[in-house]
């Protein structure tokens, strides 16, 4: 069992930037693929950014590619979102998954993803 638990989310203004945190505990060498996803009020969970274990691959959606960094930090086990450039249409609940798939490249479906932390709030304003 992996335990996710995100952090750093809050309100901010358009073209702020905020960094989120995803700890991981429990089994944490279980998993192969880590990634963030978001989801807004009456839009389907979509994937914002992730990474591979073995290589520390990375994989953005085109909407954050050039604002948005992952990283990992292994001592700890967390990953963490750079957001940069923040717009209002990133107003998201902001999700950690991690996915025991071995792939070729970071998995996007949330359907590949087994565990899941409980999500942080990203709002930005106008």
């Known amino acids: 069992q992996v335990q996710l638990v995100e952090s750093g989310g809050g309100l901010v203004q358009a073209g702020d930037s905020l960094r989120l945190s995803c700890a991981a505990s429990g089994r944490t060498g279980t998993w192969n693929a880590r990634s963030w996803f978001r989801q807004a009020p009456g839009k389907e969970r979509e994937f914002v950014a992730g990474i591979r274990k073995i290589n520390s691959d990375t994989r953005y959606a085109d909407s954050v590619k050039g604002r948005f960094t992952i990283s990992r930090e292994n001592i700890n086990n967390t990953v963490y979102l750079h957001m940069n450039s923040l717009k209002p249409e990133d107003t998201a609940v902001y999700y950690c998954?991690?996915?025991?798939?071995?792939?070729?490249?970071?998995?996007?479906?949330?359907?590949?993803?087994?565990?899941w932390g409980r999500g942080t709030q990203v709002t930005v304003s106008s």
């Open positions: 998954g991690a996915s025991r798939l071995i792939l070729a490249t970071v998995p996007t479906s949330p359907s590949s993803y087994y565990y």
